[in-house]
């Protein structure tokens, strides 16, 4: 069973930052497509930004520019640093991560993966 551990979020003003982090399994982070959703109150969740083993990155057009992914494989861990957030940006986040073989990372749907976090709440006010 493979373990994703979130952590890092909480509340900021608009124009803030935040980093998120996802602790994962070493095989975890240096191989699979890893990714981070959000899902928004009341609302579907949604892909952010991805990074693939070969640390190619894609990012959602609503946070290119502000957000970034990457990865620490002697860490083991994930991160999502986000900048110039604002209030659109509040919702539940979650790291996710898969093998993905036979499917591009970049555009891969939640229901690709099958590891998840437990999440984490990130709310910006104005």
């Known amino acids: 069973q493979v373990q994703l551990v979130e952590s890092g979020g909480g509340s900021v003003q608009a124009g803030g930052s935040l980093r998120l982090s996802c602790a994962a399994p070493g095989e975890v982070i240096s191989n699979y497509c890893l990714a981070w959703f959000r899902q928004p109150p009341g609302k579907e969740r949604e892909g952010v930004v991805t990074?693939?083993?070969?640390?190619?990155?894609s990012s959602a057009d609503s946070v290119k520019g502000r957000f970034a992914i990457s990865k620490d494989n002697a860490k083991n861990t994930l991160y999502l640093q986000m900048n110039s957030l604002k209030p659109g940006d509040t919702a539940m986040y979650y790291c996710a991560a898969d093998p993905l073989t036979g499917a591009h990372c970049a555009d891969a749907p939640a229901r690709l993966f099958a590891y998840w976090g437990q999440g984490t709440q990130v709310t910006v006010s104005s």
């Open positions: 990074i693939d083993s070969d640390g190619s990155t």
